[in-house]
């Protein structure tokens, strides 16, 4: 589900019908399954460079879902905001701090900032429904989607380090939600044309580029580089889903994890353009990770 610079990767397995683990594939290939206690399914979203890993668990009763942080040494420290019924951590910023979502009794989702020391502030953009956490550069950017209690469509934005929103939609789009931005701001993310998903990105300085592979009927974006190059998946008209690599010059790339018949999802790039992800081999029953390198 994510990679780091160093090519060190974190995702989820299933170990029977209903449960799952979490693990850490390292560089040379040598895989490390880790679990919080008492869960039964584990979901890993995000790992940074330190190696530290992000994500949210699910109890035995399967009535909760609560963050975790799991530090190098293998430590899992698991917490939630304050009244949150479900909680899941997305990623880092690079003075440690974590980003996520919750959601409580009174609001759908709110965003939360976990600091290194366990503090955690609530964000809750003002008469939203929904504030949610998508994505986090190493400053401490967030870009995510708003919907307002008026339920008039998903916004996405931007929140700058000093808590400052900034609210944008695509162009000629509907529905607009970032979900990744890199450390120069750009942000990617996909906005609701019609009854499709088309990508976008949006330029520190606001400027935006709409965009879609060729013979694509939605697209979906994964991950950015530092130089604005953009993984994802894409549909064809045939339901097959394969990846894409747009590079920063508008450029794109199809590819397909050998084996697979149906379905290609890239779910992440790091900065040396190495893509990890799944995919769906010839029965459909099962899905199996890949590394794909420049």
């Not at 394969?242 to 290609?264: E, I, K, N, W």
């Amino acid at each position: 589900f994510a990679i780091n610079s160093a090519g060190v990767i974190t995702g989820f397995y299933g170990v029977s019908d209903k449960d799952a683990s979490g693990f850490i594939r390292a560089a040379d290939g040598t895989i490390t399954s880790f679990d919080p206690k008492d869960s039964v399914v584990t979901r890993p979203y995000a790992i940074n460079d330190d190696g530290r890993i992000c994500g949210s668990y699910t109890r035995k009763n399967r009535n909760h879902e609560e963050a975790f942080v799991r530090e190098p040494d293998g430590t899992i420290t698991v917490f939630e905001p304050p009244h949150a019924k479900e909680s899941w951590a997305i990623g880092f910023d690079g003075q440690g701090n974590i980003v996520g979502s919750f959601s409580s009794e009174r609001i759908k989702v709110q965003g939360f900032i976990r600091s290194p020391d366990g503090t955690i502030k609530v964000v809750n953009y003002p008469h939203s429904l929904v504030t949610s956490f998508n994505g986090v550069n190493s400053s401490g950017a967030v870009t995510g989607e708003r919907i307002g209690k008026a339920l008039k469509g998903d916004h996405a934005f931007l929140r700058s380090p000093d808590g400052s929103f900034t609210f944008f939609d695509a162009p000629r789009g509907g529905d607009t939600a970032g979900y990744v931005i890199n450390d120069s701001g750009t942000i990617a993310g996909t906005f609701e044309k019609g009854i499709a998903d088309h990508g976008f990105l949006r330029a520190a300085d606001g400027t935006f580029t709409v965009f879609d592979p060729k013979h694509s009927v939605d697209t979906e974006v994964a991950g950015i580089e530092a130089d604005g190059t953009v993984a994802g998946s894409y549909q064809t008209s045939d339901d097959v889903v394969h990846g894409y690599l747009r590079d920063s010059g508008g450029s794109f790339v199809s590819f397909d994890a050998p084996d697979a018949m149906f379905a290609t999802t890239p779910s992440a790039i790091n900065n040396s353009g190495v893509i990890t992800g799944w995919y769906a081999d010839t029965g459909r029953t099962a899905s199996h990770g890949f590394i794909r390198t420049p």
